[in-house]
């Protein structure tokens, strides 16, 4: 986000005006919802932010409300794309933990799931529609790690961990995980932390090295053109061939952890320092013992 543009506290009964007359533009004029649906009585109650620029020009603002619901994240057209959204939702994230609270959720349009993935919030429960666009409830934990329900759910949560990774991501696979390693918006992910600069390391640890390439599993074109990057390794000790779960984690104490490797289910979230450590004191002793993929490289 540019330097020109600060997130601050509201003061609700000073700056209601401006709040709404931001929120009326975003989310009446320009989505169409409805003017009844766009206050409520829970905004003299709730936690606002502002985004403002350095004539104090309200670019954006954003609410976290008494029963801990982060709403209302709104931006102007023009300034989108500076990083305003991922600076208001830090802003309510501190104030949630400032509170002592443990868990946030909200409800986030779809095509803004990928936005809040990548701030850790992870899905839950089924799609449903609100002043008639369709929503999907999302929750984060303050730390912990969050229910994981489906293959949307993990996903999420493998987007936030190449986000929040500072130089390593790890992933533990049956056979690169159809379904879910096979995404765009998560190879898109790992594309972003792969070629982030400096120094990176991507570990791809597999039971089964045969089935992805012979499918032709479009991470692998993905790591032959960032080989540096990229490390895959196939399990030789028949224990480990056994091992039922999956599992991901990074260098900032980010896990995704799945019971059974063939479903999507589980817990995951980018703030579980002991799960990821635990998983990554299991991944470094497979990993010793297992060989190389070197057919991987000649593709």
């Not at 998983?279 to 010793?288: N, S, T």
């Given at each position: 986000m540019s330097a020109a543009v600060s997130i601050v506290a509201a003061e609700y009964a000073q700056d209601h005006a401006r709040l709404h007359a931001l929120r009326t533009t975003v989310f009446i004029d320009e989505q169409q919802v409805p003017a009844a649906l766009e206050r409520d009585a829970l905004d003299p109650l709730s936690f606002h932010v502002m985004a403002l620029d350095a004539d104090g020009r309200l670019l954006g603002t954003a609410r976290l409300t008494p029963d801990r619901r982060i709403g209302r994240m709104a931006v102007l057209a023009s300034e989108r794309g500076r990083g305003i959204g991922?600076?208001?939702l830090a802003g309510l994230l501190e104030e949630a933990r400032r509170r002592g609270w443990t868990e946030v959720t909200l409800h986030a349009q779809l095509h803004a799931l990928p936005f809040y993935a990548r701030a850790g919030f992870v899905p839950s429960g089924p799609v449903f529609e609100e002043a008639g666009i369709g929503h999907r409830l999302m929750r984060r934990?303050?730390?912990?790690a969050s229910p994981v329900e489906d293959a949307d759910a993990a996903a999420a949560v493998l987007i936030a961990l190449a986000t929040h990774a500072r130089r390593e991501l790890a992933l533990y696979s049956r056979a690169m995980d159809p379904g879910l390693l096979d995404r765009k918006d998560v190879l898109d992910a790992l594309r972003r932390f792969a070629v982030r600069?400096?120094?990176?390391?991507?570990r791809i640890l597999l039971q089964d090295a045969a089935t992805p390439q012979r499918s032709g599993a479009p991470i692998l074109p993905l790591a032959q053109r960032l080989p540096s990057v990229f490390a895959f390794r196939e399990v030789k000790d028949p224990v480990d061939a056994r091992y039922?779960?999956?599992?991901?984690?990074?260098?900032t104490g980010g896990a995704l952890f799945r019971p059974l490797g063939h479903r999507f289910?589980?817990?995951?979230?980018?703030?579980?320092?002991?799960l990821a450590r635990r998983?990554?004191?299991?991944?470094?002793?497979?990993?010793?013992r297992s060989r190389p993929c070197t057919e991987y490289r000649v593709l």
């Open positions: 991922e600076a208001m934990r303050l730390p912990g600069p400096g120094e990176r390391r991507l039922p779960s999956a599992f991901a984690f990074n260098d289910d589980g817990e995951g979230g980018v703030e579980d320092g002991p998983l990554q004191l299991e991944f470094d002793r497979i990993w010793e």
